[in-house]
């Protein structure tokens, strides 16, 4: 639980951030990728799962250098930050909520003429909707 609302606490700015300026903070994301390795040990998850529960969000950041920027670096950073604080599961999971959630976005927006083909969004909000969305259908 305290895992995350941590993770929360750290997606607002971040999405706030990538909406204004469409930036990342490095320094920022090491802090919280720090603070989600310490709390997820410490709360009993080994060091093999929180590697593989980075993966997506390097994989992003692979998929940034190769694509020259296509796909913004930033989200891959904050997906690694993401999965020191969920399971790999859970970080597949709200990535494909965030996607299906700006994919719906950038529909409505290319619909209503507001967005064009090579038109960029931040992503990162929809990666806290995601999560958010991801809890409560957990509740459910």
């Not at 971040?14 to 320094?27: I, Y």
């Not at 990728?33 to 390097?58: E, K, M, N, Q, Y």
Request: with cysteine; net charge positive.
């Amino acid at each position: 639980m305290l895992r995350k609302a941590v993770l929360l606490l750290f997606l607002l700015p971040c999405a706030l951030q990538d909406h204004r300026t469409k930036t990342v903070s490095v320094p920022f994301c090491a802090v919280f990728s720090a603070a989600g390795i310490f709390l997820s040990v410490r709360g009993g998850t080994g060091i093999p799962d929180l590697c593989f529960s980075v993966l997506p969000g390097l994989f992003l950041i692979l998929l940034s250098r190769l694509s020259r920027g296509a796909v913004g670096a930033g989200d891959g950073l904050v997906l690694v930050s993401s999965g020191t604080f969920l399971t790999l599961p859970e970080v597949l999971s709200v990535f494909c909520l965030g996607v299906l959630l700006s994919a719906a976005y950038a529909a409505f927006l290319l619909l209503w003429h507001r967005l064009r083909g090579k038109d960029r969004f931040a992503f990162l909000p929809f990666l806290l909707a995601g999560t958010v969305l991801y809890e409560v259908l957990l509740c459910l």
